[in-house]
């Protein structure tokens, strides 16, 4: 259906309305005559009255007043600071629900964005334990009544508001985070303010081996000297069980982004250590890796089911982090190339083939994009094909080397199916064709939804 320009509602009126859809941010769409309403707080199926309250050419916005009708889906939300937060969209929504929401997505933008015809996509493989979860906290801090607060912007603000603990959180990450918070409180050290770009703590960060128990800290500040360095990292080893890294981001800028350029080991190592299924992973401050790894077990066994590799296969894994999906592949094929453009990830790349003892992979440091045609043109080819990019998806110039180079099957593991479904198009018009698409839930409570595709030449 194609959305009307103007309005049919006028501004702070109330109407009754049925609920059809969830956006990829999780606030349910009302339809007038075609023209759509976002509204948060509902569910899909459910009937209620809204009032209008921001009317754009095209599509608009109400506040929910009353559901009149609810989903059997609908649940209360576990949290306590739920409607505060923002950091989690459907903890109001079952977890059944939110499986369901994540399929009716991908399948969405296969078919509005992707134009993709008879692919097989499967239900969203869903998490044994969709609580407790993520195995890496960052949070900002900030001041109140003199004191620091360490926990999340309240929504639409810049207010920060003090979090006990969070319910898709590790236990530890709780507990890391507030202890820390608390050291540093009494050693007097500042938040950093945002608005006069003075004060010294911007960010506490933590990252857990799930399975080894090693705790990374991260302190990132606005200067490289703060008062009683050594008294902090003296409690910070002495109160908290695990802790094998004690790390200082320093971050100067007046930026969003979280981590500075430089970073100082404090105390211990400048990694922590953790496993994907048999295989061992050093991972350092500045290195991405997947924040649920029970679910990375099952996506990466999905990618590899979908390489299907014999042993005779030359590979390339774009986008390749601290080289974890070209560990799983190499045990399986001829060779693997990496590609990634952090270079500390790729360091970590080269120490974890190391310390598992794989040694038919090779890594690079640099865009996929520029790295990949530059070995396409040395005559390094692939195979198989595997990306794993951020969330704004491939670059044009790799998806036309792939075209080019032509390799047997492309593995996309993608965190954004719009994104996903806009690069398969171009690879579809390039000559592949799209055999599944299998959607992971690595992100339960959220909107955020994982899928892996695979590929065929045809
Ligand atoms: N495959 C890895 C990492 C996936 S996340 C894993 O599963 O753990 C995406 C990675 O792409 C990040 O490590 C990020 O640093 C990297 N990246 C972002 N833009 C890039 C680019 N243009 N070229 C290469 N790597 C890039």
């Known amino acids: 259906m194609v959305a009307k320009i103007q309005a049919p509602v006028q501004k702070n009126e109330i109407i009754d309305v049925v609920f059809e859809d969830l956006t990829h941010d999780g606030q349910a769409v009302a339809k007038i005559e075609g023209y759509p309403l976002f509204v948060a707080g509902a569910l899909p199926g459910e009937k209620g009255s809204i009032q209008a309250t921001k009317l754009n050419k095209g599509y608009g916005f109400g506040r929910l007043i009353e559901l009149k009708e609810t989903s059997p889906f609908r649940q209360e939300p576990e949290c306590p600071i739920y409607s505060q937060c923002g950091g989690c969209q459907l903890q109001h929504l079952s977890y059944e629900g939110q499986l369901q929401a994540k399929e009716k997505q991908v399948r969405d933008v296969m078919e509005r964005i992707g134009k993709l015809e008879d692919v097989t996509i499967h239900p969203v493989l869903g998490a044994n334990d969709p609580w407790r979860y993520r195995n890496k906290a960052q949070v900002p801090v900030g001041e109140e009544n003199g004191g620091l607060v360490?926990?999340?912007?309240?929504?639409?603000?810049?207010?920060?508001?003090?979090?006990?603990?969070?319910?898709?959180?590790?236990?530890?990450?709780?507990?890391?985070?507030?202890?820390?918070?608390?050291?540093?409180?009494?050693?007097?050290?500042?938040?950093?303010?945002?608005?006069?770009?003075?004060?010294?703590?911007?960010?506490?960060?933590?990252?857990?081996?799930?399975?080894?128990?090693?705790?990374?800290?991260?302190?990132?500040?606005?200067?490289?000297?703060?008062?009683?360095?050594?008294?902090?990292?003296?409690?910070?080893?002495?109160?908290?069980?695990?802790?094998?890294?004690?790390?200082?981001?320093?971050?100067?800028?007046?930026?969003?982004?979280?981590?500075?350029?430089?970073?100082?080991?404090?105390?211990?190592?400048?990694?922590?250590?953790?496993?994907?299924?048999?295989?061992?992973?050093?991972?350092?401050?500045?290195?991405?890796?997947?924040?649920?790894?029970?679910?990375?077990?099952?996506?990466?066994?999905?990618?590899?089911?979908?390489?299907?590799?014999?042993?005779?296969?030359?590979?390339?894994?774009?986008?390749?982090?601290?080289?974890?999906?070209?560990?799983?592949?190499?045990?399986?094929?001829?060779?693997?190339?990496?590609?990634?453009?952090?270079?500390?990830?790729?360091?970590?790349?080269?120490?974890?083939?190391?310390?598992?003892g794989i040694t038919n992979v090779e890594f690079a440091v640099g865009e996929a994009e520029t790295v990949i045609p530059d070995w396409y043109k040395q005559g390094i080819t692939a195979d198989v094909l595997v990306v794993d990019p951020p969330r704004k998806g491939c670059d044009e110039t790799l998806l036309q080397t792939i075209i080019d180079m032509k390799p047997k099957k492309v593995v996309y593991v993608s965190c954004n199916p719009a994104t996903l479904a806009r690069d398969l198009r171009v690879l579809e018009d390039g000559g592949y064709k799209t055999v599944e698409i299998q959607p992971v839930d690595m992100f339960p409570m959220t909107t955020h939804c994982e899928s892996v595709a695979w590929l065929e030449l045809v």
Request: proline share 1%; glycine share 6%; net charge neutral.
């Open 150 to 356: 360490a926990g999340f912007y309240q929504k639409r603000s810049h207010s920060i508001i003090n979090m006990e603990q969070c319910l898709i959180q590790h236990e530890k990450s709780d507990e890391v985070i507030q202890k820390v918070r608390a050291i540093c409180d009494r050693y007097g050290i500042k938040a950093y303010d945002e608005a006069k770009h003075k004060g010294t703590l911007r960010h506490i960060m933590a990252r857990y081996g799930k399975i080894t128990g090693e705790v990374m800290v991260v302190l990132v500040t606005r200067t490289e000297d703060f008062p009683n360095k050594k008294k902090i990292i003296e409690e910070i080893t002495e109160q908290i069980d695990g802790v094998t890294s004690i790390i200082q981001s320093i971050n100067s800028k007046k930026t969003n982004v979280i981590l500075g350029d430089t970073t100082k080991v404090l105390w211990g190592n400048e990694v922590i250590y953790d496993y994907i299924g048999d295989i061992k992973f050093a991972i350092s401050a500045r290195s991405f890796y997947q924040v649920n790894p029970e679910q990375t077990k099952v996506l990466y066994d999905k990618a590899l089911e979908y390489a299907n590799l014999t042993g005779e296969e030359q590979v390339i894994d774009a986008y390749c982090g601290i080289g974890t999906i070209s560990l799983f592949l190499a045990q399986k094929a001829k060779k693997v190339y990496g590609v990634e453009i952090v270079p500390e990830a790729i360091e970590d790349a080269n120490r974890n083939a190391e310390l598992n």
